[in-house]
């Protein structure tokens, strides 16, 4: 057994049994082990911010859905974060944005892997908690990013954007397109996807506001990230409300599907249609007059922010509190937010000006 790996499983019984007993099951200590148990705890439990960043980890991607452009483009970004850094990537996870089961059994993989640092994207906020607990007990540090589990459940949150900027600007940009007027909806990706429905609430709350009175959000449906699924709930949207003037979906996936049945049906240009999608995708429904403007970050950046920051935990660069500062390459000095958020920027808004100068 490696030494790195005795001292995780040792670190693990400590958790489940007493310390005494664990010590005594992993065969005892030399005075220099405890020396460097002591200096590791001290730094796990206060930031070094110049601690040199480890080289030879092995850091673990696992995305919401493998075959989802949107995390193909991010977990490329993590990937050649990882590589540059000296360190290797490996990626793993469900072909379904629905497969919760899926996901708890991929964090527990990695964690008998013995990977150094998992960089996960949660279908559920709740599901994966007990696993994630159980790898950072193990010594692995656990980085959420794109979509959230509870802030107990992993060390820090690399958000894409602020929430709450991106529910309320998705409700402004819709209603300059329907002129402040008419029936709404949302397409969504899964009905437990913790970064859809906090950015669903910020939407809500924004639609309080008195300019949106003639505004009505007449229905939330569910298309779990899938292109079928998708395109049928809008579909359905359309025939149980035939006065719809506006549809947001919040994932690239649904987004994509909804312009792809406007666009072939009487309703393009007609409904509009914003939210989060890519512009790669996006391309050919704005040009065609079925999407005028939407809104994404740069995937690759956030996976790139997602794998410095595991490199900079396992370092002891950070420890996931807030005020801590870390610089993440190219990129630049980052500070940790409340509740270990990091969050990567302001979104860009796409449309036929510029969507021509943006390829992912
Ligand atoms: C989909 C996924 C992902 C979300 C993007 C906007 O690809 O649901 O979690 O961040 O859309």
Known sequence: MRKS????????????????????????????????????A??????DPNAELKKGLTVGFLPKQVNNPYFTSADK????????????YKEVGPSSATDTAGQVSYVNTLTQQQVDAMAVSAQDPGALCTALKQAMKNDIKVVTYDSDTKADCRNAFV??????????????????????????????????????????????DELKDPKYKDM???????????????????QGLLQEYPNLKGIISPTTVG???????????????????????????????????????????????LGELA???????????????????????????????????ISLGKPTVFDAKNIDQYNF
């Open 307 to 341: 794998a410095r920051t595991a490199v900079a935990l396992v370092s002891g660069q950070i420890t996931g509190k807030e005020g801590e500062t870390f610089t993440a390459g190219d990129m630049g000095e980052y500070t940790i937010g409340k509740d270990g958020v």
């Open 159 to 204: 958000s894409q954007a602020s929430a709450e900027d991106l529910g309320r600007t998705e409700v402004q940009l819709l209603a300059e397109q329907i002129g402040y007027k008419g029936e709404i909806a949302i397409l969504s990706a899964a009905q437990t996807a913790t970064n859809q429905n906090t950015w669903i609430e910020f939407m809500k």
């Open 255 to 301: 987004i994509k599907a909804a312009a792809q049945y406007l666009s072939g049906s009487k309703y393009k240009g007609k409904v509009k249609l914003t939210g989060l999608g890519t512009p790669n995708d996006m391309r050919k429904y704005v040009k065609n007059g079925t999407v005028d403007a939407f809104e994404l970050w740069d995937p690759a950046k």
């Open 5 to 40: 790996s005795l001292r995780r499983s040792c670190a693990a019984l400590a958790a489940v049994t007493s310390l005494a007993l664990a010590l005594t099951a992993c065969g005892g200590t030399t005075k220099e082990d405890v020396a460097n148990e002591d200096a590791s």
């Open 42 to 47: 001290a730094t796990a439990g206060k930031a």
């Open 216 to 234: 009505k959000l007449v229905k939330v449906a569910f298309g779990n990230d899938d292109a079928q699924q998708s395109f049928q709930q809008t």
């Open 77 to 88: 970004g993590g990937e050649a974060a990882v590589k540059e850094l000296g360190s290797s």
